[in-house]
C-alpha cells in the first residue's frame, strides 16, 4: 500500500481500520455521580510515568462518563481479564441506565468510595488534576493513590482489530 499524501486530509474511516490494528488490554473506569455508581468500559488509557505513578484515560468529552470523573475528581480502573469480556460490553453499551450499572456483580471499593471490579488483573485508583481537550475526547490525569493486584496471571482482555482476542 502507498504512503499516504502528508499534504492531503488522512480518511478517517482508512485511519479507524488501521488504527484498529492497536492491540490494547480492555479496562474499566468507575467513579460516583451522587449516590449512583457510573461504570464505563475504555480500551484507551495509558501509564505516564513511575516517578510519581501518574496515569491518563481518554474519554469521549460530551459523555456523561467524563463529566462525572471530571465532577468526581477521581475514579478506579480496573483492568479486565479474558473470562470478563461480557463486563466490558456491559458498560461499553452508549446509554446505559446510570442506575443499577453493577448490580448483580461483586465489587469492593477504593477510599474515594469508586467501585474495584472483583476478578480483574489489577486496579488503580487516580486522583484526577489535570484534564484536556485532544479531538473528541477529554484526557483525565493524575496521580495513582491506590493500587491492588487481582488475578496477575489471568490472561488480560484485548481488543484487536475491533474483535475480542487472545493473545495466545
Same mark, same amino acid.
Given at each position: 500500500? %502507498?504512503?499516504?499524501?502528508?499534504? &492531503?486530509?488522512?480518511?478517517?474511516?482508512?485511519?479507524? $481500520?488501521? /488504527?484498529?490494528?492497536? =492491540?490494547?488490554?480492555? @479496562?474499566? *473506569? /468507575?467513579? $460516583?455521580? &451522587?449516590?449512583?455508581?457510573?461504570?464505563?468500559?475504555?480500551? /484507551?488509557?495509558?501509564?505516564?510515568?513511575?516517578?510519581?505513578?501518574?496515569?491518563?484515560? @481518554?474519554?469521549?468529552?460530551? /459523555?456523561? +462518563? =467524563?463529566? =462525572?470523573?471530571?465532577?468526581?475528581?477521581? !475514579?478506579?480502573?480496573?483492568?479486565?481479564? =479474558? #473470562?470478563?469480556? *461480557?463486563? %466490558? #460490553?456491559? !458498560?461499553?453499551?452508549?446509554? %446505559?441506565?446510570?442506575?443499577?450499572?453493577?448490580?448483580?456483580?461483586?465489587?469492593?471499593?477504593?477510599?474515594?468510595?469508586? +467501585?474495584?471490579?472483583?476478578?480483574?488483573?489489577?486496579?488503580? *485508583?487516580?486522583?484526577?488534576?489535570? +484534564?484536556?481537550? @485532544? *479531538?473528541?475526547? $477529554?484526557?483525565?490525569? &493524575?496521580?495513582?493513590?491506590?493500587?491492588?493486584?487481582? $488475578?496477575?496471571?489471568?490472561?488480560? @482482555?484485548?481488543? !484487536?482489530? &475491533?474483535?475480542?482476542?487472545?493473545?495466545?
Amino acid at each position: 500500500m %502507498a504512503p499516504l499524501d502528508s499534504t &492531503g486530509p488522512v480518511d478517517q474511516d482508512e485511519y479507524r $481500520r488501521l /488504527s484498529d490494528l492497536l =492491540a490494547v488490554g480492555v @479496562a474499566v *473506569a /468507575s467513579t $460516583r455521580q &451522587g449516590p449512583h455508581d457510573l461504570v464505563v468500559t475504555v480500551d /484507551s488509557y495509558l501509564d505516564l510515568s513511575y516517578d510519581p505513578p501518574t496515569m491518563l484515560i @481518554a474519554l469521549y468529552g460530551m /459523555s456523561r +462518563a =467524563a463529566e =462525572a470523573v471530571e465532577e468526581a475528581g477521581h !475514579f478506579c480502573l480496573t483492568l479486565l481479564a =479474558a #473470562d470478563q469480556q *461480557a463486563l %466490558a #460490553d456491559r !458498560f461499553g453499551t452508549p446509554g %446505559a441506565p446510570l442506575q443499577g450499572m453493577l448490580s448483580g456483580l461483586e465489587v469492593t471499593r477504593t477510599e474515594d468510595g469508586d +467501585a474495584i471490579l472483583t476478578g480483574g488483573l489489577a486496579h488503580f *485508583a487516580i486522583r484526577v488534576d489535570h +484534564a484536556v481537550d @485532544a *479531538a473528541t475526547h $477529554r484526557l483525565l490525569i &493524575g496521580p495513582v493513590v491506590e493500587m491492588g493486584e487481582g $488475578r496477575p496471571t489471568a490472561e488480560p @482482555a484485548v481488543r !484487536f482489530a &475491533g474483535e475480542k482476542r487472545t493473545l495466545l
